[in-house]
Each structure stands twice: as C-alpha cells, then as structure tokens.
C-alpha cells in the first residue's frame, strides 16, 4: 500500500532535502557526508537511499485503522477499528506510522541510531509529519519517546528527539524535551512476548515535577522510531495522561505490521 505522492516523488526533492540537511548538520555533526545508501550500501551521492530501496519503501496509507494507524487489505469505510484496537485498546487515542517496518525500514533505522547516519533524520521525520497530519493538525507539543539517561550517554544522542525535531520543522508543531523520563533502565525488548514487553516498560516512565506544567491540559503527540507491541508507547502515554495531558496520540517511524489484517 503506496502512498502515490510519496512513492512517485523523484530523488532530486530528496537530493535538495538533503543539500538542506547538509547545511544544518555540518554545524551540529562533524561526520563525513553520506556517500552510501542506507539499505544496500550503494553508492548515491547526496541521498539517503538509492532509487531502487527508495521504490521499495513500504509507505502506509488508507485504508487503515483509525486508532492504531495498522493497514488494512481493503477499504471497509470510514471509522472501522482493526481487531488490535478493539480487544486491546490502548491508553493513547490514536496512532499514525510513516512506514511498515521491513528490510528497507529497518536499515534506516539501524542506520539512524547505530551508524550514526544522523542526516536520515530529516527525510525520515518528513515522512512521519506527512503520516501524522490529522495528529499536528491540533497538537501543542511533540514529546520524543526518552532514553534512559545511561543509554543516553553511551549513543550521545536519542533518534526519537532527531525525528521529533525533523517533523517539527515541517509541521510547526514544537518539541517538548525533559518532561517525560525514563526512571527505569529497561533491558532491550528485541526478543520479548507482549506480555513480557509490557511488564519490561511498566513503571519506566514517569513526568518529572518540573514537567507537569508543560504535560497538564495539553494536546501531546509521543515521536518514537519503531512500534513493536505499542507497550513502550502505551507506557508513555499513561505517564502523559497521569500527569494531566489532555490527549495523548502516537506518530511512529515504522510499525511491525504481522500480516494482512482483515477489518472487523
Ligand atoms: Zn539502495
């Protein structure tokens, strides 16, 4: 499921994308320019993927589910809930995601957040802010998903804060930094059950008392890279809502989309 305007765009509006994230990232990074495509590592010249990963990313757009943002095969009208949404809704209100995560998706994302491939950040967060349109459209703030502090220090940056500030150029909509915490170092969830990802963030986040004025009464949208089981963005939202938020909604990168899932 392709959204055409995206999937048809050619690669010299990401070769001027990128002339502009080269302008602003020569200030903050001092890495060399990237030479290579971030999926198969061909050589590309100023962009992020060559044409031939760049055709086959996997961009999700309607029909899907209005909640949790999941394609569906077909399109069974307005307002119909995937399965997900009905039997295990989440705390936050609804979730919109740029792309399914597959071999493409995940090669940016490993490549955003261990090959220090940061200059991905404003071509990916431009995909998440055209996903998340409806969500921008009445937000006050977007709230990065948070590292703990320790992870923090070893990888010297948090690639949900990157993608929040790149949908915020876009969209208008301002980051919020610092309200919401990670106060438990959870192990990583590669590799757990959902019940067990669930217990894994369960008390990990938390507002800080300073961020309570910045969270209460406010329309927030969590930024995160990655949507698994969701329970990492659940956690979130549950600390946002405790702490007064008026609406909680979640805009990702990719979500891990099981199969072809038929509305009910
Ligand atoms: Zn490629």
Redesign the pocket.
Known sequence: MQDAALATAPPSRLGRLANGVRAIFRVVVDVALPQL?A??R?P?GSDG??P??WSRISFIAPPYCERLGIPFPYDPGPGVLSLEAITDPPDYRRARVAVRFDDIARALVHALKYGDRLDLAPMMGRWMATAGRVLTADADALIPVPLHWRRYWARRFNQSALLAEAIAKTSGVPVELGALKRVKATPQQVGLSQSARALNVQGAFRVSPAGKAAVAGRRLILVDDVITTGATVDACARALLRAGAADVSVLAFARVVAAVRAPI
């Open positions: 495509c999926s198969c061909e590309v993927l060559c031939a990963c």
